[in-house]
């Protein structure tokens, strides 16, 4: 329901793989929500209000359509985890005046996540190099054992 965020008492909430599609813009008015995880939907853009919600700790995204984050998130002061993984993510915020610690924190979160999914993506290659390692391994094995029953055979 909207009225979700205008709960006084809510200070987790956990919306995750549901096909959301965006973050409602009342989220500024969570004046006590530290928790919100929305990861695996559908979201392309997060409200500019979320900047609003400045008791925020913990924002997980993961594996959403973001491709920017709005320069109001830099409000979010108390943020000390925030999960971007999988999402196309980069931010367009002028430099005009300089990066903020704000901006920087966001900036390492991004790099963070990017760093992770290049890891993860080693980690998939390594495994299936493994994998064929061992088919190789085993196909050698059975071709000895077959070349030595010809071998004898004979």
């Known amino acids: 329901p909207t009225e979700t965020f205008s709960l006084p008492k809510l200070t987790e909430l956990v919306l995750h793989h549901n096909k959301f599609s965006n973050i409602d813009a009342r989220i500024g008015s969570a004046n006590n929500m530290n928790f919100l ?6 979201i392309g853009s997060l ?5 609003m919600a400045t008791c925020l700790r913990a924002l997980y995204l993961q594996h959403n359509f973001i491709e920017s984050l709005p320069q ?3 409000a979010l002061r108390s943020l000390e985890r925030l999960d ?5 993510v980069h ?4 430099e005009e005046s ?3 610690v ?10 963070l996540a990017r760093e992770f999914e290049d890891e993860r993506e080693r980690e ?3 495994e299936i190099e493994a994998r064929q390692y061992m088919r190789d391994e085993a196909y050698k094995v059975m071709r000895n054992a077959e070349l030595k029953k010809q071998k004898m055979a004979r």
């Not at 704000?102 to 790099?111: K, L, M, N, S, T």
């Open 37 to 42: 995880d929305m990861s695996h939907n559908d």
């Open 47 to 51: 409200p500019l209000s979320i900047g």
């Open 72 to 74: 109001s998130m830099l």
């Open 84 to 88: 971007l993984t999988g999402n196309p």
């Open 91 to 94: 931010t367009d915020w002028s």
């Open 98 to 100: 300089g990066r903020t």
């Open 102 to 111: 704000g901006q920087d924190r966001v900036a390492e979160y991004i790099q």
């Open 124 to 126: 998939r290659l390594a």
